[in-house]
């Protein structure tokens, strides 16, 4: 049954005018931006095969290309309404940001900095510099490694964060294909960023690690040495 032949309360598009997005699951939403299926699936149908295969929303918009492109139903048109949909968002973020909303909670600043980094295919460090009120003054990726890691140079973060008149910092990378527990690695860089910016009277405010299917902040979960 094509999705206009169903009840108004159940199709997505009506339920979210009527109920908000909140109330709605991800193949429904998803299925908004696919806005047709094809001759054997309606959008939904077409939107809950997509989520099976990748496991989540997340997954199916990091994923390369050709493996989306790879999947029935999906051509390039409904390839780049999801991209769009990508960057609509982190264009959204970035604007509530630099507009004076703060960030002033470690959900908002996973949600900001998974948006950034969920499709890079390498790692990458980034940095993001605040005020004391917690408003986003800049966000750089200032490093690029390889699949597995990244080198940094800690006086270049902080030379960074002062050329940028910051005094909070929050640093971020991501793991491409790994999930987001902290490594040795990850800890002692951490340790020594922090201690390096108290020499500067800068804050090292937390630490976020964008996995594959999840997204860790330090300061959340109190990881060394926070």
Known sequence: M???DWHEDDRPR??????GAEQLSDAEILAIFLRTGTKDQSAI????GLIDRFDSIAELLAAPKEQVLACHGIGPAKYAQLLASLEMGKR???????SGNSLNRSQ????YVTTQLRRESKEVFAVLCLDNGLNLLDFNVLFVGGISSCSVCVKQVLRHALDNGASQLIVAHNHPNQDATPS?????????????????DLNLADHIIVGRNQTLS??????DPF
């Open 184 to 200: 040795a690695a990850d800890i002692h860089l951490t340790k020594i960023l922090k201690e390096a910016c108290q020499l500067i």
């Open 218 to 223: 330090f300061a959340e979960t109190g990881t």
């Open 2 to 4: 094509a999705i206009k």
């Open 92 to 98: 959204y973020l970035n604007s509530q940001l630099k």
């Open 14 to 19: 009506e339920k979210l005018l009527k109920l």
């Open 45 to 48: 149908e077409l939107a809950r």
């Open 108 to 111: 908002v600043v996973k949600d």
